[in-house]
Nanobody
């Protein structure tokens, strides 16, 4: 089992950057495909990025490709999402997900573990 806790969200101006962290507890983290999702009010949870258990394969939604970078540090049991060139339509609650059935799992139902979410708000 994996417990996930996100941090690093906040308010930033358009064009700015934030780095989200996802701290994991549980021995299964090192062998788990992980991902980031986001959700705005009234919308479904949307895939953002994912990474395999070794950290050498990543996959991104087209909307964030070239601006966001997903990474993980197995020594620290932590996954990251570096977000650059943020825009107002990136505003959402961002969720960390674990236990993905592949490193390119795009569907939220493909993940078995979830954090509580962290709010990211991008202003003009």
């Amino acid at each position: 089992q994996i417990q996930l806790v996100e941090s690093g969200g906040g308010l930033v101006q358009a064009g700015g950057s934030l780095r989200l962290s996802c701290a994991a507890s549980g021995r299964a983290f090192s062998g788990s495909n992980m991902g980031w999702f986001r959700q705005s009010p009234g919308t479904e949870r949307e895939f953002v990025a994912s990474i395999n258990s070794h950290g050498d394969r990543t996959y991104y939604a087209d909307s964030v490709k070239g601006r966001f970078t997903i990474s993980r540090d197995s020594d620290k049991n932590t996954m990251y999402l570096q977000m650059n060139s943020l825009q107002p339509n990136d505003t959402a609650v961002y969720y960390c997900a674990g236990g993905g059935n592949s490193y390119y799992a795009l569907n939220a139902r493909s993940y078995g573990y979830w954090g509580q979410g962290t709010q990211v708000t991008v202003s003009l």
